[in-house]
């Protein structure tokens, strides 16, 4: 099991950049494909980016892809969203989440995550 703390969130201006991080609990989150999601209220959980078990494989959502940058550094259990070019529209709470996988897989769907994080509130303002 892993428990997820995500943190970075605040309120930034269009056009500004931000990092979110999330923190897993345990030893074994190289064995995790992680993934970042988001969602405002009334809407689904949306996908943004996943990143397989090595960092070696990312995917993202053409909504955010060359905008935002996944990573992960496994010797501190934590996995980065980068985020460039804020939009009002990026405004959401934000979520990662993890589940066991293969070493190459990457995982885009929000129903095959095992665990997710409390998530963390992104405010893009004009």
């Known amino acids: 099991q892993v428990q997820l703390v995500e943190s970075g969130g605040g309120l930034v201006q269009a056009g500004g950049s931000l990092r979110l991080s999330c923190a897993a609990s345990?030893?074994?989150?190289?064995?995790?494909?992680m993934g970042w999601f988001r969602q405002v209220p009334g809407k689904e959980r949306e996908f943004l980016a996943a990143?397989?078990?090595?960092?070696?494989?990312?995917n993202y959502a053409d909504s955010v892809k060359s905008r935002f940058t996944i990573f992960r550094d496994n010797a501190k259990n934590t996995v980065y969203l980068h985020m460039n070019s804020l939009k009002l529209e990026d405004t959401a709470v934000y979520y990662c989440?993890?589940?066991?996988?293969?070493?190459?897989?990457?995982?885009?769907?929000?129903?095959?995550?095992?665990?997710w994080g409390q998530g963390t509130q992104v405010t893009v303002s004009s």
């Open positions: 989440a993890a589940r066991s996988a293969p070493e190459t897989v990457v995982i885009i769907s929000s129903t095959m995550y095992d665990y």
């Open positions: 345990g030893r074994t989150f190289s064995s995790y494909a």
């Open positions: 990143i397989c078990r090595s960092g070696l494989s990312t």
